[in-house]
């Protein structure tokens, strides 16, 4: 008999690790799989599912303006818990540090259901940074019952919390699977600006930041040093900025009518990747990033105080810059202008895996189910 496994995420960036599990899963013929998301993030969640042809069959819809943590995580379990009840699955399977993954894993522990953890045991050790993803990824790692885990970091990070290491299945990560199925040379963007741009002759950099914790002035500094390295240095930046007004005001107060930044609208994930595949160099505060742009040769600054993927760091993909405005500048500054510092890191080898995270994870569950 099939086992039902009930995929379940909300957020863009849940959706683009999970995709490619959810269609590893419905091809395999001893699983039933089922997707339920919650829209967490809803329009930027869409994009990816049209992109890898996903079709949840449930949808709970439950964003709504200005609604706390508390309010979220609870029409998230409560949501959850009814379609758990309906379905009555074997296991569910969550990903990351999201707050529908904490409430998803805490509505199937109520219920007696098996938990699986995509993206399990990174940590930063602090409980308010990154808020709440350091919480929601800690808790929901001592509910499951599989523990999918990128590189040995992170399975040593569950060790030491005292998970059982038969438990902990050693995965790549899923990212590195979805750039498999994205990345295309002759992609078209379908966008008249991306589309001329010189890519193969400008330096071009592309910007994310929106954390919650960089609001404010480590935001304001972190667009200073930008803006400090487009005056000085002959370089285009391309930032597709997050939809929250607080980011977009800050950055259009920093950035204002220069020329050679580039403020555009979210792109999906299909051009999003393909704009990073084309970069020069990436300055992030995003988790995902730090994974996917080293697999495609492309260093990246990390615009954090800290990070929860430190083997990133120790492999030499990525470099921690912090939140100050002049340690921004001058790390980015060499990168650009020492082509020795470039060629390292863009030749360091990607600690995430070889894009067979995926196979991986479904041999595990089904492993999982024969011990049983």
């Known amino acids: ?63 709504k303006h200005n609604q706390s943590l508390s309010e979220i995580t609870t029409n998230i379990l409560v949501g959850i818990e009814e379609i758990l009840k309906e379905v009555k699955p074997d296991m569910i399977l969550v990903h990351g540090d999201t707050t529908t993954s904490f409430a998803g894993a805490l509505a199937a522990f109520y219920n007696g259901i098996s938990v699986g953890h995509v993206e399990a045991g990174l940590r930063t050790f602090d409980k308010l940074s990154p808020f709440p993803e350091e919480m929601n990824r800690t808790l929901t790692g001592r509910i499951a019952d599989l523990h999918f885990s990128p590189t040995v970091s992170n399975v040593n990070n569950l060790l030491n919390e005292g998970i059982k290491k038969e438990t902990i299945v050693l995965t790549g990560n899923t990212v590195i699977d979805a750039l498999k199925l994205t990345i295309d040379p002759n992609f078209i963007f379908g966008d008249d600006f991306l589309d001329n ?29 930008i803006k400090r390295l487009v005056e000085d240095l002959d370089v285009r930046v391309i930032y597709p900025v997050h939809l929250n007004p607080k980011v977009r005001e800050i950055a259009n107060e920093i950035f204002g009518d220069m ?26 505060d995003s988790g995902g990033l730090q994974e996917e742009a080293p697999a495609l040769g492309k260093p990246v600054l990390v615009l954090r105080k800290e ?15 912090g939140i100050e405005e002049e340690n921004i500048y001058q790390m980015a500054y060499k990168l650009i202008t020492d082509s020795e510092a470039y060629n390292q890191m863009s030749n360091a080898v990607n600690p995430y895996g070889d894009g067979t995270a995926v196979q991986k994870t479904i041999d595990a569950i089904k492993a999982y189910y024969l011990t049983k």
């Open 307 to 321: 990070t929860e993927r430190p083997e990133a760091i120790e492999a030499g993909t990525v470099l921690l810059a």
């Open 1 to 63: 008999m099939k086992k039902k496994i009930v995929s379940i995420f909300g957020t863009r960036p849940e959706a683009i690790k999970m995709c490619p599990l959810v269609k590893g899963l419905e091809k395999d013929d001893e699983i039933e799989s089922i997707v339920c998301v919650t829209a967490q993030h809803r329009e930027m969640l869409d994009q990816v599912l049209e992109v890898f042809d996903v079709k949840p069959d449930y949808d709970m819809n439950i964003m």
């Open 197 to 225: 741009v010189d890519f193969e002759n400008e330096k071009v950099i592309t910007v994310t930041a929106h954390r919650r914790e960089n609001l404010g002035e480590p935001m304001r500094n972190i667009f200073k040093a």
């Open 259 to 284: 020329d050679k930044v580039h403020l555009i609208e979210p792109l999906d994930y299909k051009q999003f990747a393909n704009l990073e595949s084309r970069s020069y160099l990436i300055m992030t």
